[in-house]
């Protein structure tokens, strides 16, 4: 009797905090984490990671070679900035390109994060106008601005090269081969996509969440634009500060950067298939 009792007295219930939790059966989908609200310290730390990763530290390292150009014995005018110059000797031809290849590719991987996190916090490449959605808008502004920022561009370059305020800047010096004019066309298309999408379409976008004025925002951008070109000397951070200043203007106007994209690559391609055919056969034209 006392054993049938004890067993079938009720036994006490484990403690409230170590209850038994369900567990999901294998294979179940779990529910996805809650989202986080894009705080300003979020956005802050947002900003400067992808600057971080891109054009931030190019504007550092473009303060050290502009520190170590005017520190030099050579004048300005006297030293040489190449842009686009090849990764192996001229016997090479493939490792070349194979090398010319892996480093555009790659260089597109700072607009892949920021398009990424636009589309975390519930936005898109659409947000900033990166789309294809008005062609012959994008191309006719693009061209519009690329004739009035590449004439003024070369004047200003001319000018500060006698100066003495610029370095010589050689577009390309990449060895003769059948694929030279088609990689600097990608150069130059990477580079309007990498510097617009982040520079103006980004770093404008997330400025404004963080409550920037178009001005405050612009005139940022526009300083970090003439800092990473500031290896090319005083006269090319003061234009490229103007250009970045049209930029946002016409970013702020229109809520597209395409336009920007389109016009930052028919400047770069002018000067680097330029550069191919006219440097050291004009007088007018700097370079050897």
């Known amino acids: 009797m006392i054993c049938d009792m004890a067993e079938s007295s009720p036994q006490p219930s484990p403690p409230a905090d170590h209850a038994p939790r369900a567990v999901p059966p294998a294979g179940a989908a779990s529910e ?15 900003i400067l990671c992808v600057l971080a ?15 170590g150009s005017i520190t030099a014995s050579a004048s300005l005018a006297e030293q040489t900035a190449n842009l ?10 493939w490792l070349d390109l194979s090398r010319q290849l892996y480093s555009l590719v ?3 991987a700072p607009v892949v994060l920021v398009l990424y996190l636009l589309r975390r916090s519930g936005e898109s490449a659409r947000d900033i106008g990166f789309d294809l959605r008005r062609p012959g808008f994008d191309l006719l502004g693009g061209a519009g601005l690329a004739a009035l920022i590449g004439a003024g561009g070369l004047v200003v370059y001319l000018v500060s090269w006698r100066l003495g305020l610029t370095v010589t800047v050689a577009p390309s010096s990449l060895n003769e081969n059948w694929w030279q004019l088609p990689v600097l066309v990608l150069q130059a298309v990477k ?9 103006v379409g980004y770093l404008m976008l997330r400025l404004d969440q963080l409550g920037w004025s178009p001005v405050r925002a612009a005139l940022a951008g526009s300083l970090l634009r003439g800092t990473y070109h500031l290896y090319q000397g005083v006269g090319m951070f003061f234009g490229n500060i103007v250009m970045g200043l049209v930029f946002s203007w016409f970013y ?6 395409m336009p920007l ?15 191919v055919y006219l440097v050291g056969r004009v007088d007018w034209l700097p370079g050897a």
Not at 53 to 67: D, E, H, R, Y
Not at 191 to 199: Q, Y
């Open 252 to 257: 702020h106007r229109y809520g597209r950067v």
């Open 106 to 108: 790659f260089a597109f």
């Open 261 to 275: 994209v389109v016009a930052h690559a028919l400047i770069d391609i002018v000067a680097f298939v330029g550069s």
């Open 84 to 93: 686009v110059r090849p990764q192996a000797d001229a016997a090479r031809p």
């Open 191 to 199: 580079n309007g996509v990498l510097e617009e999408v982040i520079v």
């Open 32 to 46: 996805p984490p809650t989202a986080v609200p894009l705080t300003s310290g979020l956005l802050r730390g947002e």
């Open 53 to 67: 990763l891109s054009l931030g530290a190019a504007a550092v390292s473009a303060v050290i070679s502009f520190t």
